[in-house]
């Protein structure tokens, strides 16, 4: 077996122990959780901010228009929805798509850490400012969407954070599809400038050791 089946199995293990360990309210009236989705070894995470319809029913993230419009945006940086890896804060449908409460988020926030530690990727991409503000509750997405955020968390290995505008908002929003499709363009050059970052550090780090 190779290591991404290993990685990929590791990680289908995971979301079956939160199916049942999970304390969200939603459980009890949303069809199905839909757990992260994807490539358990991607450089980058994309995160949402809860299932919708579509999603609730299929049991995966991101299959409705707003995913379809995501794949679209995905393939103009040449990356297809497999390659990549997409969850939500929240795991579980909120009733007629109303946003999820603080407490269904904290409820689920302890499965989204583990899963973004264990792919540990060099970028988590935020789509809408739900997501983001559940990491940077200061920040205005309006203020900060397309520019790269670098916070050391205590709990999450990730440093590098791209928060965008939901690809739900700006589906028929004509100037935010604009800003969002522009945005998206930047992350191949964010990603390559993380990882010269990185590279520099590992020469620092072998520098201070010889
Ligand atoms: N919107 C989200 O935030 N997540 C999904 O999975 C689908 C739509």
Redesign the pocket.
Known sequence: MNNTVDRSEELKKIHERWFVDCECELKNIATQP?PGDGNSSSEIVFI?????KE?DKQGR??V?A??KFLAEMLETIKLKREEIYIT?IVKYRPPNNRDPLPEEKDACRAWLIEELNFINPKLIVF??RHSMNDFFPNEKISAVHGKLLIKKFKNIKTKHFLPLY?P?AALYNGGMRETLIEDFKKIPKILEKIENKEKEEIKIEQIKLF
């Open positions: 839909v949402g901010e809860a299932p919708g999603e993230p991101f409705g707003a995913g939500n789509l809408g939901h739900a």
